[in-house]
């Protein structure tokens, strides 16, 4: 603690601050490029710092806590680190920083308009998504979770087409609808049983709750977090993929989805708590749900001839990866759950990278025209099957881990259905994603155009080659993280 | 000489706007009338917060009119309700007025501008008199100051339909005082008296007669009309639509919501809660048209084109909100409901300003008109998507406050309360329907030719515009003061009988 400049309080402010400044910075040098691009940069930087430094007070078991203040009389608006939200954090916070890279490479090589406005929401996204990480109660995760979909609509609607207004329409609609029509009245009504919404390990409804409210506010919460993109409200996130390919990168495979099933993931473990889950009969079928939602986006993944709707769909069935765990309740699930969110995130964005410098490179976006690509693009190809492993969770790549987690878990637990679901799903895994690289590296080139296909620029080359280097550290180092995904299970780590 | 005015504040509330109408009237030097009605309305609104604190406490502030003792005399009485409403109105004017002066130049010529800041005030006049007057024939005359002033007003507008507007608007109105005044009139034949308080005293032993059941059909109804309580809010759209910007923000913000008292008023005060929810059928009847109201008023608001309609239509939805948190007949419903008058008030009149800056450079509000309005007056739709985020009921607004609490009040209710919470959310998913329609032409579409030289709105529409603005964020993160006074006010008509 004396080691630090400043206290961990701060620092989590700092964090929050941050973001913010960068975006009216962006906004202020919007007309300089380079000056504007900087400053993301530094910004996005100087937030994962921060948000680095309250670590050691989490292993502590102390993180920060701060209240700005109630926003309804005996409500407060008020912010609270604990591992599972620091983990969450990090890895949005550090993405944001590759992902910048990536985007300056990208939107200047697609030479994008508006790119100010661009800079400026994504800046705003990250700081809610931090908002939601440390949030301290439903109320104040709910104030963000709003903000990060309003914040990233126009990021979705970016190119002003027919098309893109179309998709940001159905995003809106659908993350909005669930919100308010579940989520909200779900928040409203575990405020009305249990007298508050502050998150507490074990769970905040009182004994006498009876069950089967308990079972209908479960239903409730599972479909009200629609970033969950759990079926049948999942269309949102394929429409949400006419945004520009970092957008999808970042937000759609990690900060607005993993806050999604992070905020599943936090009302389980801390809202509902897994005694009381195990007793709730609505939460068996909320499994299968999840177990339904995880094999049906598989299938359709295998049908989709768009690489970035491929990955959606791909998307969607690794988020119902998380759900299961959640509801599964047990510790070796939860921490399954807690670590495919970092894993997933690394292997997802890898794969959204490679579609992009694909995009960049050689303007392709289906899959059929991904023939002997390998050659012009080796890394990118390469990068695409390291991404595609970790996925399909195969070593040498994090995914690995999660998996065995999770199906360790399902296992325990006695559901084997839900552990042949797990298996299945990693077959389809294979059979959607792998081939993409096979062809592009043994495939014959489709059309004689091979002559002016290169490599995409290099920003976006780095960007992938770090994240691609996170799917195999995960692998080789998974301990820190199977650390913190602990502290949620062991009785009495965390305080709160 | 301070201690004398202090004392006579209830008369002053009504007196300074009613007497600054003619000063309007006759010093008719460019500038000057908007002057006096600008400084009258500060000087009321500093009246209106006065008494709000005096009557704070729970106190009930009695004044007799020119010194004749109530019930014989009229009385002024003031509470934790009507001071609450009267500082919200009287607020509403201040901003009105602020936005008037570059608005009303634009819109109507000079030579008029003096009759109607004299309308103005005296619509102002007539509406705090309906709040703050103890008595019951004194609501329908301050009923008809107001509302015919404001049928003046409305038929300034520039549209020659504002004229078939104000018609309608007339005839509705009057059907609306007259029912009233009948009502009143069979209460006064039973009774003796027009005092409320007095009123209250004496109802309970003539209860039982048709007479009274009628009049309080009679007062309801009445009452329902000038709320636009669906399905007598065919006034309303038109009305609001083609009247100048400035008195569509004010007459948006506050008659209805002074119409809401009345009814409020008498159900609670006069009547009393036992008869008119135990004997008559009000609850149910109440409940069953705002619910109608909600989903009609938000489903028209969708397919309108003009946006002042869109507006308008919302606003029908949001009058069945409040009417709905009435209709619980719990504390808290009824403070939901009267918080929401308040929330809506300040967002509504936020989107109405802003709706102003477009008319002031665009000359209408017709959708295509908002094409690209995102990139040539940013700041005037910046605030237009802070009240449309109200109107959703985003969290860090007003509106998610006031959903906040109307569906806390319905989770009381048990099982009703589970239909009444879905009309709730299915109306503020229609909310996102009719705003986003908005907000998505506005940003990402391209401004036509003619249109992509437009400037931003000049400041002086700018600033009350986002003063109304930043008041839909203020009050929707600092939630105490509006949370209690409502609470109060609510706890001060239920306590009532």
Same mark, same amino acid.
């Given at each position: ?35 504007? $691009? ?82 400026? /929401? ?99 919460? /599972? ?259 199977? $650390? ?13 | ?7 006579? +504040? ?54 007799? *009119? ?126 003796? @008296? ?31 009309? !000038? +709320? ?28 209805? !919501?002074?119409?809401?008292?009345? +009814? ?22 109440? *409940? ?58 300040? *967002? ?45 009921? *985003?969290?860090? @607004? ?52 003619? !249109? ?12 009350? @515009? ?24 609510? @706890? ?6």
């Amino acid at each position: 603690m004396e080691m630090l400049p400043i206290s961990f309080e701060k620092a989590m402010l700092m964090s929050m601050a941050l973001p913010l400044i960068t975006a009216g910075l962006v906004k202020l040098f919007g007309n300089k490029p380079n000056l504007r $691009e900087t400053i993301t940069l530094t910004g996005a930087t100087a937030t994962f710092l921060s948000v680095l430094i309250l670590l050691e007070a989490v292993l502590n078991n102390n993180g920060p806590s701060y209240t700005f203040g109630a926003l309804i009389p005996g409500l407060d608006l008020k912010l609270q680190v604990e591992p599972l939200g620091m983990l969450f954090a990090l890895i949005a916070s550090f993405l944001w920083i590759i992902t910048t890279v990536y985007a300056i490479g990208y939107m200047r090589g697609n030479k994008e308009s508006n790119q100010t406005r661009f800079f400026i /929401c994504f800046a705003l996204a990250i700081c809610f998504t931090l908002g939601i990480a440390f949030a301290a109660n439903l109320l104040t995760l709910f104030v963000f979770y709003e903000l990060l979909t309003l914040s990233t609509y126009p990021l979705v609607a970016h190119a002003g087409t027919e098309k893109a207004k179309r998709g940001a329409r159905i995003y809106l609609s659908i993350l909005l609808t669930t919100s308010i029509a579940f989520f909200l009245p779900a928040i409203i009504w575990t405020y009305h049983m249990a007298g508050t919404t502050d998150f507490a390990l074990g769970g905040i409804f009182p004994a006498e709750t009876g069950h089967l409210a308990l079972g209908i506010l479960l239903i409730l919460f /599972c479909f009200g977090v629609g970033k969950a993109a759990l079926m049948p409200f999942h269309r949102w996130l394929p429409s949400a993929m006419v945004a520009p390919t970092p957008v999808s990168a970042l937000l759609h495979a990690v900060a607005v989805v993993k806050a999604g099933v992070f905020t599943i993931l936090k009302i389980m473990v801390f809202v509902f708590g897994a005694d009381l889950l195990t007793e709730l009969p609505a939460r068996d079928i909320m499994l299968y749900v999840a177990g339904a939602s995880i094999l049906l986006s598989s299938l359709i993944a295998m049908a989709q001839d768009n690489l970035k709707a491929r990955l959606a769909y791909s998307t969607i069935s690794q988020l119902g990866y998380v759900t299961l765990g959640a509801l599964l309740a047990i510790d070796v699930a939860t921490i399954g759950s807690t670590m495919h969110i970092a894993m997933h995130a690394f292997g997802k964005i890898t794969l959204f990278f490679c579609a992009g410098a694909v995009y960049v490179a050689a303007k392709k976006t289906e899959i059929s025209d991904m023939r002997g690509l390998g050659k012009a693009m080796p890394f990118t190809m390469f990068a695409f099957f390291i991404g595609s492993l970790s996925i399909i969770g195969l070593p040498p790549t994090g995914g690995t881990w999660s998996k065995w987690y999770l199906m360790l878990g399902s296992l325990d637990t006695g559901h084997l259905i839900l552990m042949g679901v797990l298996m299945v799903s990693s077959l389809l895994n294979i059979a959607y994603l792998l081939p993409i690289p096979m062809r592009a590296f043994f495939g014959k080139e489709a059309e004689a155009s091979k002559a002016k296909l290169k490599e995409a620029p290099w920003p976006m080359l780095l960007a992938m080659g770090v994240t691609v280097t996170g799917c195999i550290a995960l692998f080789l180092f998974p301990q820190p993280l199977f $650390e913190l995904a602990s502290m949620l299970t062991m009785e009495g780590k965390v305080n709160g | 000489m301070m201690n004398l005015l202090l004392d006579d +504040l209830p008369a002053l509330q009504v007196m300074l706007p009613l007497l600054c109408a003619p000063l309007c009237f006759i010093l008719r030097i460019k500038g000057l009338p908007w002057l006096i009605a600008f400084v009258t309305s500060i000087l009321t609104f500093a009246v209106s917060f006065m008494l709000f604190n005096q009557v704070a406490d729970g106190d009930i502030l009695s004044y007799a *009119m020119g010194g004749w003792a109530p019930p014989w005399g009229i009385e002024y009485r003031v509470d934790r309700l009507n001071s609450f409403f009267m500082l919200l109105i009287s607020g509403i004017g201040v901003v009105a007025l602020l936005f008037a002066r570059k608005s009303v130049d634009s819109e109507i010529i000079a030579c008029k501008q003096s009759i109607f800041y004299s309308a103005f005030m005296l619509c102002l006049a007539g509406l705090l008199g309906i709040l703050i007057t103890g008595d019951a024939f004194n609501v329908f005359v301050f009923l008809e100051i107001s509302a015919l002033s404001s049928y003046v007003l409305i038929s300034f507008g520039q549209d020659r339909r504002a004229l078939t507007a104000t018609f309608q608007y007339l005839i509705m109105g009057t059907i609306g005082a007259t029912m009233i005044l009948i009502g009143l009139g069979f209460m006064y034949m039973m009774t003796g @008296t027009l005092n409320m308080a007095d009123l209250a005293t004496r109802l309970p032993e003539v209860m039982n007669t048709n007479t009274i059941r009628t009049a309080f059909a009679f007062i309801v109804i009445g009452a329902s009309i !000038k +709320l636009a309580l669906f399905p007598l809010h065919i006034w309303l759209p038109n009305a609001y639509s083609y009247a100048p910007s400035v008195v569509t923000v004010f007459l948006a913000a506050t008659s209805t !919501k002074v119409a809401l008292y009345v +009814l409020l008023r008498f159900v609670f005060t006069v009547f009393g809660a036992e008869f008119a929810f135990g004997e008559m059928p009000l609850q149910h009847i109440l *409940m069953f048209m705002a619910v109608l109201a909600v989903l009609t008023g938000s489903l028209c608001a969708v397919f309108q084109t003009n946006i002042k309609h869109v507006l308008a239509y919302s606003s029908i939805g949001q009058i069945g909100y409040m009417v709905i948190g009435v209709a619980l007949l719990t504390t808290t419903g009824l403070a939901a409901g009267i918080l929401h008058v308040f929330n809506h008030a300040i *967002m509504k009149a936020c989107l109405f300003l802003a709706i102003g800056c477009v008319y002031y450079r665009h000359g209408s509000a017709r959708i295509e008109d908002f094409k690209g309005i995102g990139k040539t007056m940013p700041w005037t739709m910046a605030a237009f998507v802070i009240g449309g985020l109200g109107l959703i009921g *985003m969290p860090l @607004t007003v509106g998610f406050i006031s959903k906040w609490y109307l569906v806390i009040a319905a989770m009381e209710q048990g099982a009703i309360g589970a239909i009444t919470i879905s009309i709730i959310l299915i109306g503020s998913l229609l909310a996102v329907a009719y705003v986003w329609r908005i907000v998505e032409v506005a940003y990402f579409n391209e401004p036509t030719k003619e !249109k992509a030289q437009i400037k931003e709105a000049p400041l002086a529409l700018l600033i009350p @515009t986002w003063i109304m603005a930043l008041a839909t964020i203020y009050f929707g993160i600092k939630t105490d003061f509006s949370v209690i006074a409502a609470t109060n006010a609510a @706890t001060t008509l239920m306590g009532a009988k």
